[in-house]
């Protein structure tokens, strides 16, 4: 079946590029998806890549895509304490609607 | 950008009471919305896919009876969670798609429900 996968906490400093990892199953994917999620608030939309290409990059963030790996990364630069949050990477699910959701990766910045 | 709302942000119910949460997309018209439940530091789990002006679509193990789901406009969908028990308290999230081929989903703030 479908499934999503990411590391669930990183630490990094204040300053520092942040890296978070994600790797899917499902190689028919069109669209890949980068969410944040402060404390007790919904999900924010930061960015998604369409699976035609390699990487994408909009301000701070950059996404790579391996498309044979299945591999799917969130480089973040110049960390920022306001960057602490919890990231979910999804992906659409076989029938093209819903979203299939990691389990988050906790980023912790510190001062 | 677009903007999707939720109404309440949290409730307190007692057990067996029946609780409505709505959500709202702003400034855009979603023919599709996406209910999702999300239990503390756990990922979001997909409840049910609804789509205006027909049935909505669970998933496996989501009780249809004690989640209703009605999407009567293309900015509006409410889910009902009926006699409602302490293991329903959650965070629930929804989600739409504009109707205008769009694939992106833009989520609500979510409603944090407890059951007493």
């Known amino acids: 079946g479908e499934d999503v996968e990411q590391s669930l906490f990183l630490s990094v400093r204040e300053g520092d590029s942040s890296v978070i990892n994600c790797t899917y199953t499902?190689?028919?994917?069109?669209?890949l998806y980068w969410y944040k999620q402060e404390p007790g608030a919904g999900l924010q939309l930061l960015t998604y890549?369409?699976?035609?290409?390699d990487m994408k990059q909009d301000q701070r963030l950059t996404v790579l895509l391996n498309k044979k790996d299945k591999h799917l990364s969130l480089r973040i630069a110049d960390t920022q304490t306001g960057d602490s949050a919890i990231y979910f990477c999804?992906?659409?699910?076989?029938?093209?609607?819903?979203?299939?959701f990691g389990k988050g990766t906790t980023l912790s910045v510190s001062s | 950008g677009a903007v999707v709302s939720q109404h309440p942000s949290w409730v307190i119910c007692k057990s067996g009471t029946s609780v409505k949460i709505e959500c709202r997309s702003l400034?855009?018209?979603?023919?599709?919305m996406f209910w999702y439940r999300q239990f503390p530091k756990q990922s979001l789990m997909l409840m049910a896919t609804?789509?205006?002006?027909?049935?909505?679509?669970?998933e496996q193990g989501v009780e249809k009876d004690k989640f209703l789901i009605n999407h009567a406009s293309l900015t509006l969908s409410t889910l009902t969670v009926t006699s409602a028990h302490p293991e329903d308290s959650s965070f629930y999230i929804c989600?739409?798609?504009?109707?205008?081929?769009?694939?992106?989903?833009?989520f609500g703030p979510g409603t944090r429900l407890t059951v007493t």
């Open positions: 989600s739409a798609r504009s109707g205008a081929g769009g694939h992106e989903q833009y």
């Open positions: 499902d190689s028919s994917s069109t669209y």
């Open positions: 890549i369409f699976s035609n290409m």
């Open positions: 999804a992906e659409k699910d076989q029938a093209g609607t819903a979203l299939i």
């Open positions: 400034d855009f018209q979603a023919t599709t």
């Open positions: 609804s789509n205006e002006g027909s049935k909505a679509t669970y």
